[in-house]
């Protein structure tokens, strides 16, 4: 196990300097009143650059990206990130500048901003779009503040609950509880979509919305959409569209033609940015005309040739995040529009579903598939054959690692037991899914041959399965000087 | 250019083993009134050289901080990158990562944050940090909400309006809640108004909020306030800037119980304003209620030391409709970014940084004396200052005529920051053009 950076700490070994300042220096007591001052240790490491550099060379190689290999984690979209979309983010035209600079002074990144609203309304099929959430979740929080708003405005104050499918992402109930919404959950019917008839026996005019995902996160289409956009519609509410399963209907549908009123597109899985270990993502948010007003400001607009943030929205939401979003990765994402255009959009979602039926199809004699029908984007198989010889997926998705895969999403969605969410994307050669298919098959023979083998993996990874009971009973989170571990 | 591996005979192979014909037969469970007819009514896509040229084009129409000297400051700064800092965040492992949920193969990602939170534990004195949230405004709203939840029901909180307006827009916007009330209590000469603030918490207040240091830049006496919330057992919550922290008296010796802040200082470019980081810090007792991803450590089957996420049932996917946050994706990269600006200058770096700022405004201040200019607040400040000018949007562009981004435009000042980059002559020339005639 690598040492701790703090674990490395040789005081004085560290050799960053400033240029001379050539300005009068003081002690620092003599010019701040000593109340302000501090007393306690700070007992930041001292490390040389060198030794820096070769500990973090270290952890990255303890780490695994999209860049190593085959990373299947369903609704999570680990498409490639190109990489010239690395490059222009930091030019220094982007990356150095100052949000709060003159408007006349970042007419570009203006220009890109403006841009970026308008082909994101016209891939959506929306009327307009705010970047300003930081990530898929705040992008929901937004447009469930809308959809909030909305109705507030409407003085329609008894619409108190959203709806979620059982089948949902688990930030929807959460984003509509942090908004201050009762959650209801409507059930999904035995083709894993939504029970029209549980919908309609749920639905009255106290509910404010119904937040769905389309494709589900089975992977499957929500063919009756319209008629679900239809009993919400009726009902006084309005339809949000969770973006994140967008990369299985790219170019070919859109869910503003669906009837949804408000979306969230998270650019770091359907438009190639980069997800960083966790973040940052970005999410921007995106309306059908009547709730234009009520966007999160400013939206760019276009007043003849010059570019200009528009604060004044009098029914906005007002702000979620400082500044205008995440500019540096809203960069990445219009780079990668650009460089695919309309047709190259379209492929990209034809090639994902591809992708994806195309392994569903190729696994289905070694595993279980719960839902085997044609797919999207992604595709739920568990592990029932294999829990016959007591091999749970969480093995199963272990083993995957020591064959130099990162496992694919496992217990999730809810509604299915034992759950491994396939999602391929379009990025993968049939070659590189042909390998996948052979490991699958390989811990499928194992799991029958010789199910302790599969059980006890990883057995090639840096470390085997971690205790994480005692991590959670007594928390160790941060480093102590001192204290033995 | 596309990001599509297989050619079309690859292609029909695979919708051939499928037993489909065309790509299109993919799609029959969407009703064809519901597919696009035409294709998306968007340019056709361009090779990388020309989008090469398209984005070099765009970003060369913005002044960047680059080639032109900034004295904008407001929440967001241009601190020096090391160079090392910057190859380093293009390890593809980490930037292509996801969270790291299965940690066998994600040890590496896992210790970084590790070592982030007990940085942002060793600037702040707090116990527990989580991994990031998005940026220090969100960040606030996020420990308003959870000092309401903590409080069992009680939905105030008291704020100065000399913490950034941002911030206060943005908790403004999440209280639409119905969860959250917000009481901002207007400061006076720059400052909070501790009487005002005072009189403002009582018996159904859940928290009261400081920035250190405050939106113009200076230094606030948190004691009184974080005594009076504290006798109403209500939370003291502190926005603080971290580079500062290295010179003024931590969140702990203030008292704080939960402290957030804008890590953007910290490695991450300045970028228009995101992403940057969101960090957030608490007493131990508060490690199971606040939001975000948190990394412990813990040993592995044959007794290594290993990491992994932790304290999970806080988080969306176990309490999905009673989660207090939906926060999922955070800033992971600009955390690491984090961890690795405060490895690369070190403790006496950072000491150093904070100096040379404070010392830099110090001089500024003493040069616009000599000019017959002075600031509009007399109170102590860190690295940043309001300056008095008759008309700050007029001066910000002779500055600019001069070469020169000024400050951030406040009614009858330039709100002026100074970081290590400024050099003398720079802040000669600077004081040269607003003092002038």
Redesign the interface.
């Known amino acids: 196990?690598?040492k701790?950076?703090?674990e490395k700490n040789v005081p004085g070994s560290?050799s960053?300097?400033?240029?001379p300042?050539?300005?009068?220096?003081?002690a620092?007591s003599k010019?701040?009143?000593a109340?302000?001052?501090?007393?306690?240790a700070?007992?930041?490491?001292?490390?040389s650059?060198v030794e820096?550099?070769r500990?973090?060379?270290?952890?990255?190689?303890?780490?695994?990206?999209?860049?190593?290999g085959f990373?299947p984690?369903g609704s999570?979209t680990?498409?490639?990130?190109?990489k010239?979309n690395?490059?222009?983010?930091?030019?220094?035209?982007?990356?150095?500048?100052?949000?709060?600079?003159?408007e006349d002074?970042?007419?570009?990144?203006l220009?890109?901003y403006y841009e970026m609203q308008e082909?994101l309304a016209?891939?959506t099929g929306m009327d307009g779009f705010s970047l300003q959430p930081?990530?898929?979740?705040?992008g929901?929080?937004a447009g469930v503040?809308i959809i909030?708003?909305y109705h507030q405005q409407r003085q329609d104050a008894k619409r108190t609950k959203i709806m979620?499918p059982d089948s949902a992402h688990?930030?929807n109930?959460?984003?509509?509880?942090?908004?201050?919404f009762e959650?209801i959950?409507v059930k999904s019917n035995q083709r894993g979509l939504v029970d029209l008839e549980d919908l309609r026996s749920k639905m009255t005019d106290e509910v404010a919305g119904l937040m769905l995902t389309n494709p589900n996160t089975l992977g499957?289409?929500e063919?009756d959409?319209?008629e679900i956009a239809t009993i919400v519609h009726e009902a006084g509410g309005l339809l949000y569209y969770d973006g994140a399963n967008l990369n299985g209907?790219m170019?070919?549908?859109?869910p503003g033609?669906?009837g949804f009123d408000v979306i969230h597109v998270n650019l770091?899985k359907t438009f190639?940015t980069?997800?960083?270990?966790?973040?940052?993502?970005?999410g921007p948010v995106g309306v059908k005309a009547q709730l234009l007003d009520f966007l999160?400001k400013p939206i760019t607009v276009k007043q003849g040739e010059e570019y200009r943030f528009n604060y004044d929205l009098p029914l906005s939401?007002?702000?979620?995040?400082?500044?205008?979003?995440?500019?540096?990765?809203i960069?990445k994402a219009y780079?990668y529009?650009?460089?695919?255009?309309?047709?190259?959009?379209?492929?990209?979602g034809?090639?994902a579903?591809?992708?994806a039926?195309?392994l569903r199809?190729?696994l289905r004699d070694d595993y279980h598939i719960p839902l085997d029908r044609?797919c999207k984007h992604e595709f739920i198989i568990n592990s029932k054959k294999q829990a016959e010889n007591g091999v749970t997926t969480l093995s199963i998705?272990?083993r995957l690692?020591d064959y130099g895969n990162?496992?694919p999403t496992i217990y999730?969605p809810l509604i299915v037991s034992e759950a491994m969410m396939i999602e391929p994307t379009?990025?993968?050669?049939?070659e590189r899914l042909d390998e996948f298919v052979q490991t699958m098959r390989t811990i499928a023979r194992e799991a029958a041959e010789n199910p302790e083998l599969v059980s006890q993996a990883?057995h090639k990874?840096?470390?085997?399965?971690?205790?994480?009971v005692?991590?959670?009973r007594k928390?160790?989170?941060?480093?102590e000087a001192g204290v033995k571990? | 250019m596309r990001y599509t591996p297989n050619p079309s005979p690859v292609v029909d192979e695979m919708l051939q083993t499928l037993g489909l014909t065309s790509l299109e037969e993919l799609f029959q469970d969407i009703k064809p009134e519901l597919q696009l007819k035409e294709g998306l009514n968007l340019p056709a896509g361009l090779s990388e050289m020309e989008l090469r040229r398209l984005l070099k084009n765009l970003a060369a129409q913005n002044l960047n901080t680059d080639d032109y000297p900034s004295f904008l400051g407001a929440g967001a700064y241009d601190h020096y990158l090391p160079a090392a800092l910057e190859q380093l965040l293009l390890r593809s492992e980490f930037y292509t990562a996801y969270t790291p949920y299965q940690p066998e193969i994600s040890q590496g990602i896992l210790q970084s944050i590790f070592e982030y939170q007990t940085m942002i534990c060793q600037l702040t004195g707090m116990d527990v940090a989580n991994a990031s949230l998005y940026d220090g405004g969100s960040a606030l709203a996020e420990a308003c909400n959870l000092a309401c939840v903590n409080s069992k029901g009680k939905k105030k909180v008291v704020i100065s309006d000399t913490v950034h307006p941002e911030y206060l827009e943005i908790l403004k916007t999440y209280s639409l809640s119905g969860r959250l009330e917000v009481v901002v209590v207007p400061g006076r000469d720059g400052i909070a108004d501790t009487t005002g603030m005072l009189a403002a918490i009582d018996h159904e207040t859940a928290g009261a909020v400081m920035q250190q240091p405050n939106f113009y830049g200076l230094l606030e006496d948190a004691a009184p306030v974080e005594k009076a919330v504290h006798d109403q057992k209500a939370l003291f919550i502190m926005a603080v800037e971290p580079i500062s922290l290295a010179l003024l008296k931590s969140p702990a010796e203030w008292g704080a119980d939960l402290v957030v802040g804008e890590g953007q200082p910290l490695g991450s470019s300045l970028s228009f304003g995101g992403p940057y980081l969101g960090f957030m810090a608490a007493r131990k007792n508060l490690m199971r209620k606040i939001p975000g991803r948190i990394v412990g450590q813990t040993s592995d089957l044959d007794g290594k030391r290993a990491y992994v996420l932790t304290l999970q049932a806080r988080e969306q996917h176990i309490r999905r409709e009673l989660a207090a946050s939906n926060i999922c994706s955070n800033e992971a990269l600009c955390a690491l970014a984090a961890s690795m600006y405060l490895t690369f200058v070190g403790e006496q770096g950072l000491k150093e940084i904070a100096t040379r700022c404070h010392h830099l405004a110090r001089y500024a201040e003493q040069e616009f004396q000599k000019v017959g200019m002075e600031l509009k607040y007399k109170q102590p400040y860190f690295c940043e200052f309001a300056l008095k000018v008759k008309d700050p949007a007029a001066a910000n562009r002779k500055l600019l005529a001069n070469g020169i981004i000024g400050g951030y435009e406040l009614d009858d000042a330039l709100l002026l920051a100074f970081t290590e980059k400024r050099t003398k002559t720079e802040i000669d020339q600077l004081v040269a053009v607003l003092g002038g005639k």
């Open positions: 196990m690598p701790l950076i703090f560290n960053f300097s400033l240029p300042g050539q300005i009068p220096n003081p620092i010019t701040i009143p109340q302000f001052l501090r007393q306690e700070l007992n930041l490491p001292e490390i650059e820096a550099v500990h973090f060379t270290e952890l990255s190689t303890r780490a695994y990206g999209v860049d190593n990373y984690l999570c680990m498409k490639y990130n190109p010239i690395e490059w222009a983010a930091r030019l220094p035209g982007f990356a150095g500048i100052h949000p709060y600079q003159p002074t970042v007419q570009g990144a220009q890109l082909m016209e891939i930081a990530a898929g979740a705040h929901e929080l503040m909030k708003a979620v688990g930030t109930p959460a984003s509509a509880n942090v908004v201050g959650v959950e499957l289409f063919e959409i319209q209907i170019g070919v549908a859109r033609d669906m770091h190639g980069p997800h960083g270990g966790g973040g940052p993502g970005s999160p939401i007002g702000k979620v995040k400082n500044f205008y979003g995440n500019f540096g990765v960069v780079a529009i650009k460089a695919l255009g309309a047709e190259g959009l379209k492929e990209a034809q090639h579903v591809l992708n039926n195309y199809h190729q044609l998705a272990k690692i990162h496992p999730f379009e990025t993968e050669s049939k990883p990874a840096v470390i085997k399965r971690v205790d994480e005692t991590a959670a928390p160790v989170v941060k480093w571990i």
